[in-house]
């Protein structure tokens, strides 16, 4: 864990907001949430998912392993409640959210608890790196953090599905990246 920290804080030591915009799904799906109400951002970084929901008139929840991070983003946007912790560890409350995002992190122990902690017509916004054999394609070397082709897909078959596409985009820092974008609402059809 202190490894990982190490490792993120380093990296938001230097690094800025260089990407001002929420997510392209996130702006796109938001308004979806039934209510506005509790929104958790996993693996936040320097948050500009949870700003632009705070922003929005959500209360945010904003997880990640960086102190750094989490500090720039409160002293950007104070209202945002932020959570230092390492996701291989931390549990999502049951039945707590109108919203959860996951962007650009994959971690799938959460996978269950992310549905648990959507309350009922909760909304689930998944967006990460998928594996792709395209060699101009950013991806880590640790192939663990990589969708595999319809996994995301599958793993949220028992939600309400809105939206899901796999495809390739670029990055605003310029980078070529394949990725899984799921939205899809937790229905009690019994």
Do not use: H
Request: charged residues 35%; hydrophobic residues 35%.
């Amino acid at each position: 864990m202190e490894k990982d920290r190490e490792k993120w804080n380093k990296k938001y030591e230097t690094e800025e907001y260089p990407w001002e915009k929420p997510s392209e799904i996130v702006e796109k799906f938001y308004t979806l949430a039934k209510n506005k109400g509790k929104v958790l951002d996993l693996a936040c970084g320097l948050g500009r998912n949870s700003i632009f929901l705070a922003k929005k008139g959500f209360k945010v929840d904003a997880v990640d392993i960086s102190d750094v991070a989490l500090q720039k983003l409160k002293e950007k946007e104070p209202q945002v409640n932020t959570i230092n912790a390492d996701l291989d560890t931390y549990n999502i409350p049951e039945n707590t959210y109108d919203l959860i995002i996951n962007i650009n992190y994959l971690n799938r122990r959460l996978v269950p608890q992310i549905k648990e902690g959507l309350k009922k017509d909760g909304l689930i916004i998944f967006e990460t790196f998928t594996l792709s054999e395209d060699k101009d394609i950013m991806q880590p070397k640790n192939k663990d953090y990589l969708l595999r082709p319809n996994e995301l897909l599958r793993l949220f078959s028992d939600l309400y599905i809105i939206f899901y596409q796999e495809r390739k985009i670029t990055k605003p820092n310029g980078e070529k990246a394949f990725v899984s974008s799921l939205v899809a609402v937790k229905k009690c059809l019994l």
